[in-house]
């Protein structure tokens, strides 16, 4: 690892950013050294400046990865190697309005149910009863579920926030059968191995590319018209909770959102009924136990 790497991993660390962003961030800034062949700390400001209008006109980036692109590069040259650039300070990155693409319940019970291996199933019905970001569901551990409050603890989540979520009482029953097949100590998703059989003894959680794999291939298999992928299926979650009645706040809650506008786009993709919160996540998970059990 180089000198400047270490920094702004540090940096980033002490600024008490997910792995994820740092991850992200520290990419941004080994693309932009790359793409000069030069240490970023070298660069000029017209460099940094034209390498960003590079990315934005002749890349294509959309406005997800170009924000993403040019907070990393502002972090690094903010906190690693300071510089006063009116270039960054000035730099708008405009909203995406693009509304999401959501499943309706027996989509969501179609595709989940083709998922062939047991712990990829049992994982992607996490995500969707538990409304999860996708490493939020990697990462969980036995000790996160609370039985008796009924509650699933999020240590972490986006902004490095902790959040609790409402746990389905058909889901804890399936997650303790799944668990009693690995009995990791620590992780509910281990990662298991070749032969699947070293699940107990995992020191770390199943990989992404592993579930990611899996729910590419059932959506591929399906035929669905959809642009579909694993956060679809939390924001499929929580169109069917505000369909279902329950309040936009209470979702915010729920989904961890910092803001109640980035909640407010579902209520562009439902329609809104009335029944209480608890009775609606029940109903969400009626009958996945038989469908966890039924495959491999």
């Known amino acids: 690892?180089?000198?400047?790497?270490?920094?702004?991993?540090?940096?980033?660390?002490?600024?008490?950013?997910?792995?994820?962003?740092?991850?992200?961030?520290?990419?941004?800034?080994?693309?932009?050294?790359?793409?000069?062949?030069?240490?970023?700390?070298?660069?000029?400001?017209?460099?940094?400046?034209?390498?960003?209008?590079?990315?934005?006109?002749?890349?294509?980036?959309?406005?997800?990865?170009?924000?993403?692109?040019?907070?990393?590069?502002?972090?690094?040259?903010?906190?690693?190697?300071?510089?006063?650039?009116?270039?960054?300070?000035?730099?708008?990155?405009?909203?995406?309005?693009?509304?999401?693409?959501?499943?309706?319940?027996?989509?969501?019970?179609?595709?989940?149910?083709?998922?062939?291996?047991?712990?990829?199933?049992?994982?992607?019905?996490?995500?969707?009863?538990?409304?999860?970001?996708?490493?939020?569901?990697?990462?969980?551990?036995?000790?996160?579920?609370d039985s008796q409050r009924m509650m699933l603890h999020v240590h972490r989540g986006k902004g490095a926030k902790d959040r609790f979520i409402l746990l389905p009482q058909e889901l804890l029953a399936m997650l303790r059968r799944y668990w009693l097949e690995h009995r990791n100590p620590r992780w509910l998703f281990p990662a298991l191995g070749r032969g699947r059989n070293q699940g107990g003894v995992a020191d770390k959680p199943m990989a992404e590319a592993s579930v990611q794999g899996a729910w590419k291939r059932v959506v591929d298999q399906s035929g669905l018209a959809k642009s579909v992928s694993i956060p679809t299926l939390r924001h499929s979650y929580a169109s069917h909770l505000i369909e279902a009645g329950v309040g936009l706040r209470r979702v915010q809650q729920l989904l961890g959102h910092s803001s109640l506008q980035t909640t407010a786009r579902y209520l562009h993709v439902t329609e809104p009924g009335g029944e209480h919160t608890r009775q609606i996540i029940d109903q969400l998970m009626q009958g996945v136990g038989a469908a966890l059990d039924a495959g491999a």
């Open 1 to 145: 690892m180089s000198e400047l790497r270490r920094r702004m991993t540090e940096d980033l660390q002490l600024r008490g950013l997910s792995e994820r962003t740092q991850e992200a961030y520290l990419r941004a800034v080994r693309k932009l050294a790359e793409h000069f062949r030069t240490p970023p700390d070298r660069l000029s400001e017209e460099q940094v400046r034209q390498y960003l209008l590079y990315l934005k006109n002749d890349c294509g980036f959309a406005p997800g990865s170009m924000r993403v692109a040019v907070s990393g590069v502002k972090f690094f040259y903010h906190f690693t190697a300071p510089r006063a650039w009116a270039t960054l300070c000035n730099i708008r990155i405009p909203p995406q309005k693009t509304l999401p693409d959501v499943l309706s319940r027996p989509e969501v019970r179609q595709l989940l149910a083709a998922v062939r291996t047991r712990h990829n199933r049992a994982y992607l019905w996490t995500v969707y009863a538990c409304g999860l970001r996708l490493n939020e569901g990697l990462h969980l551990q036995v000790a996160d579920l």
